[in-house]
């Protein structure tokens, strides 16, 4: 079969002058003269055995042999373009890291440490994976997640990352008002304002159960609600209400002041964030030098 295979270097010539439009366009792009791409353009007529173009118009329009070639030509040369690729990713892949997390964890935990990270590995390539809460299942394309919950999972290799305290924040300005609403009483959560998330995963604390769990009564109003963490914080730095802040995610944003306890109630419960690590991902460079470094982190 190869032995009735063109050259490649002819087929390449018939593509770019089917591409740029012309034999001038073609030899400009492939940095040769004129003549030369109407000698290829020849040769491979030869070959073939049939007129590819019809030179009689201006630009030359395709035949029929044409036309077959063009088709087969664009997906052939295509194909090779992205096998290339892939070749190149295999060696590339071993510079690179994938790892899932929830928008919030990424936004307010992973991302300020990644840039130290990369600090460190500059010739690590990590890519980020989000989804509005929680985290996907491990798949050929994720080497690492960061996962809420008790580390009851099978898909990979379970490691605890860090433990969790969850208490009410709000901004300065929106603390201070509501203490002067309280005329010098102690707030009161169930009349405050309060900012919601609608968790899907059902071991998400939530306010309902954190009252219910410090023995307070019942909110007063619904208050708001949001669909992730990210846009709850920005509602609660906005002195839109109170929210209940997890460490991991407020954290840093206390220790800024830009968020404060709204009172002294917190809940440490029973789950964590756990770092969960493909089987296999260790023998990968870039995925052992990121999970070794998160756990540290943690």
């Known amino acids: 079969m190869a032995k009735n295979l063109p050259p490649l270097r002819l087929l390449s010539v018939f593509e770019a002058v089917l591409r740029t439009g012309g034999v001038r366009a073609a030899a400009q792009e492939l940095n040769v003269t004129q003549p030369a791409i109407s000698q290829a353009l020849r040769q491979l007529e030869d070959h073939v055995g049939a007129r590819l173009l019809d030179r009689r118009t201006r630009p030359a329009a395709r035949t029929q042999a044409g036309e077959i070639l063009e088709a087969a030509v664009v997906d052939g040369l295509g194909r090779i373009a992205d096998a290339v690729e ?7 892949a071993g510079h690179a890291v994938t790892i899932a997390c929830s928008v919030g964890v990424a936004t307010y935990w992973l991302m300020p440490r990644l840039a130290r990270f990369s600090a460190l590995q ?3 390539a990590v890519n980020v994976m989000t989804t509005p809460q929680g985290a996907p299942r491990l798949t050929p ?5 960061i996962r809420y919950g008790l580390g009851q999972w099978g898909d990979g290799l379970v490691e605890l990352l860090f433990p969790e305290r969850v208490a009410p924040v709000c901004s300065p300005a929106f603390l201070s008002r509501l203490m002067d609403e309280a ?3 102690p707030i009161r959560l169930d009349r405050a304002p309060l900012i919601h998330v609608r968790a899907e995963d059902p071991t998400w604390l939530g306010w309902p159960a954190f009252l219910k769990q410090r023995g ?8 708001r609600q949001f669909t992730n963490y990210v846009q709850a914080t920005q509602a609660a730095l906005d002195g839109q209400g109170v929210m209940l802040g997890w460490q991991s995610i407020t954290g840093g944003l206390m220790r800024e ?3 404060v ?4 109630d917190q809940v440490v419960p029973r789950e964590g964030f756990y770092l969960v690590s493909a089987f296999g991902a260790g023998e990968r460079e870039a995925a052992r030098l990121l999970k ?3 756990l540290g982190e943690g």
């Open 292 to 294: 070794d470094w998160l």
């Open 122 to 124: 500059p010739h690590v």
């Open 257 to 259: 002041g830009r968020l």
């Open 261 to 264: 306890a709204a009172t002294s």
């Open 86 to 92: 892939q070749i190149r990713g295999l060696e590339a």
């Open 141 to 145: 394309s994720i080497d690492l997640a």
């Open 216 to 223: 307070l009564p019942e909110p007063i109003s619904p208050g």
């Open 183 to 185: 005329g010098g009483d």
